[in-house]
């Protein structure tokens, strides 16, 4: 149980493109889902909290116009990267905490590289 | 500010010896820490986790310590084998808030 499916796996976008990256809990309903990033040889970084019917929360310095979030339903979030650059090509991976019970279930990760 | 890190960016070990993957952490609020792995071109996959209130916790040839004094969180993994390469993160967090990663450890297991 406790599965998170993101989707693609992988992408290639042009330049000034806008990509889309799914993130579904399955089997369980995630009121709470997590955005990360991860450029080469370094850890996940927080991006963003995102809150089902409402507004996403921003970490410091991440730019919440060029990274749109949308969690429309109890079981899908999604990261939408406008006008990418080759700057923001990384893996996007998303995270959700099944019900109340500790415990962080991760999406396998987007890998974006724009050309 | 406050952060997650380990102490060996890479450790390389004989197949069939322990690995100890070492990780410090400085918020002393945190009550939940967790271990990954993660492998090339994949997401986490969760190994084993502990909570504040527990100094040691095992499972299948793996065994995670903590010491709340020197705020100290351990992987200890027995027998390592080939299929245990890749990059084991220590993540920790405060009751649900996302979890805080540390910068990652490279275990190499030499055949």
């Known amino acids: 149980g406790a599965v998170v499916s993101q989707h693609p796996s992988r992408v290639i976008c042009k330049s000034g493109t806008s990509v889309k990256i799914e993130c579904r809990s399955l089997d369980f309903q995630a009121t709470t889902m997590f955005w990360y990033r991860q450029f080469p040889k370094q850890s996940l970084m927080l991006m963003a909290t995102s809150n089902e019917g409402s507004k996403a929360t921003y970490e410091q310095g991440v730019e919440k116009d060029k990274f749109l979030i949308n969690h429309a339903s109890l079981t899908l979030s999604t990261l939408t990267v406008t006008s990418a650059h080759p700057e923001d090509s990384s893996f996007y991976i998303c995270?959700?905490?099944?019900?109340?019970?500790?415990?962080?279930?991760f999406g396998s990760g987007t890998r974006l590289t724009v050309v | 500010g406050e952060s997650v890190g380990l102490h060996l960016p890479t450790l390389s070990v004989q197949e069939g010896d322990n690995s100890i993957i070492n990780c410090a952490y400085s918020n002393s609020a945190s009550d939940y820490f967790i271990w990954y792995k993660q492998e090339s071109g994949k997401g986490p996959q969760f190994i084993i986790d502990?909570?504040?209130?527990?100094d040691k916790r095992q499972g299948q040839r793996v065994t995670v310590l903590l010491n709340k004094t020197v705020k100290h969180l351990s992987l200890q993994i027995a027998a390592t084998q080939p299929g245990d390469s890749a990059v084991y993160f220590c993540?920790?967090?405060?009751?649900?808030?996302?979890?805080?990663f540390g910068k990652g450890t490279r275990l190499s297991v030499i055949a």
């Open positions: 993540a920790e967090s405060r009751g649900n808030t996302p979890l805080v």
């Open positions: 502990i909570r504040s209130n527990m």
């Open positions: 995270s959700a905490v099944p019900g109340r019970s500790y415990g962080y279930t």
